[in-house]
């Protein structure tokens, strides 16, 4: 069975960093394309940030691009989520993301079939 487990999330002040984390169990973490989504209250589900199988691509969306770096460690098979210079618009629960590299990409128009259970993040002003 496929499992993403997510850590990191947390209160934070504007202007501030963290980091998430999420590590994939049950699949070779090189056959999956994995990603970063978030929802805000009372908001869609968002794409955040993909990173490919291989990591040699990444994507960002534009509200995070320059601020957020996705990584991904093969000896840990686990993903990252960098977040630099947070802002309060940046709260929401993120979720990670995975989809067999076959299958697609995680990013604005696919979801991969893997999730993680959610992490709140929360900047205050």
């Known amino acids: 069975q496929v499992r993403l487990s997510e850590s990191g999330g947390g209160l934070v002040q504007a202007g501030g960093s963290l980091r998430l984390s999420c590590r994939l169990s049950g699949r070779d973490f090189m056959t999956v394309n994995m990603g970063w989504f978030r929802q805000g209250p009372g908001q869609e589900r968002e794409f955040v940030a993909g990173i490919t199988w291989g990591g040699k691509a990444t994507f960002y969306s534009d509200s995070v691009k320059g601020r957020f770096v996705i990584s991904r460690d093969y000896t840990k098979d686990t993903v990252y989520l960098q977040m630099n210079n947070l802002k309060p618009e940046d709260t929401a629960v993120y979720y990670c993301?995975?989809?067999?590299?076959?299958?697609?990409?995680?990013?604005?128009?696919?979801?991969?079939?893997?999730w993680g259970q959610g992490t709140q993040v929360t900047v205050s002003s």
């Open positions: 993301n995975g989809a067999p590299r076959h299958e697609g990409m995680p990013g604005p128009t696919f979801q991969g079939e893997y």
